[in-house]
């Protein structure tokens, strides 16, 4: 269920917009999501949700490397204890610590086992027993980027037209609906709900497309079914305050849903998306 102020902010837009014959329609569609807020921070670390700085990881957790052995940049964390539990944000554990780290030098992504360390994602389900961690010595002094606190805005989401989730494509073949998804927000970085698409194919069906390595009509079927077995994780605006650039791209950390109920965040897959 949405919560009674998001149903009313999106009734506004809705409005603002000329999509009111589309309203019930369009409710149907709506997701919570939680977008990245930032400030700089007067600490190096904490168990606060955060970006840069130095990572509050689980215990015995080293630093991740990519497969050239050199440490990945810590992106962010998110301690899920400050999430209202007023909201039911899909299958996301109510508490816990969860770290993203990135190769910011190549952004390599993708399914091959060489790619898998490009990335990593910690997941502590006791975010007091963290503790961080200090900066490689060689880590280069670039990647040591400055910390920021990070607030969590509870929002709401909707799906582009090209979403396997959309299924009401009158409704988002509208002018005014592409202006209402600039309005709240779907391209920012944002904790869960359906991505913010650059270019005009579902994020994760061009995933699993690729997974499946195929490109025939029999394979995208697959690739379409399988993708309903996945969800956005987190959704990285590289041009975001956060503190990385990536030439216009946007990062999306994927995981099947059943894992992300067992609490399993062991195999996130990232997939990069460049508008230009």
């Not at 837009?13 to 149907?28: N, T």
């Not at 077995?229 to 990285?236: A, C, G, I």
Request: glycine fraction near 6%.
């Amino acid at each position: 269920m949405l919560a009674a102020p998001l149903n009313e902010n999106l009734s506004d837009l809705i409005d603002k917009h000329g999509l009111q014959e589309y309203k019930e329609r369009i409710f149907a569609m709506a997701k919570d999501t939680f977008v990245v807020q930032t400030q700089k921070s007067l600490s190096d670390f904490g168990l606060n949700s955060r970006g840069g700085g130095l990572p509050s990881l689980p215990p015995g957790a080293n630093w991740p490397r990519n497969k050239e052995g050199e440490p990945l940049s810590f992106i962010c964390q998110f301690n899920l204890t400050e999430i209202s539990h007023d909201f039911d944000i899909d299958l996301l554990p109510k508490t816990g610590m969860l770290s993203f780290f990135v190769d910011t030098e190549d952004y390599v992504w993708g399914w091959e086992s060489d790619n898998l360390l490009s990335w990593r994602v910690y997941f502590s389900e006791d975010e007091k027993l963290c503790e961080p961690i200090p900066f490689p010595d060689d880590m280069p002094d670039y990647l040591r980027t400055e910390p920021k606190d990070i607030t969590l805005l509870h929002s709401f989401c909707l799906p582009d037209r090209y979403d396997l989730n959309c299924l009401d494509q009158e409704v988002a073949r509208h002018d005014g609906y592409f202006k209402l998804l600039w309005d709240i927000a779907t391209f920012k970085s944002r904790l869960m709900g359906y991505p913010g698409i650059q270019l005009e194919e579902d994020v994760v069906m061009e995933f699993c497309k690729s997974l499946l390595e195929a490109n025939s009509s029999a394979a995208s079927q697959t690739g379409e079914k399988q993708a309903l077995d996945w969800t956005m994780l987190f959704q990285l605006d590289t041009e975001s305050d956060i503190g990385f650039e990536c030439l216009g791209s946007t990062l999306y950390f994927l995981i099947r849903k059943e894992h992300l109920e067992a609490s399993d965040f062991s195999e996130v897959y990232l997939l990069v998306q460049t508008s230009t």
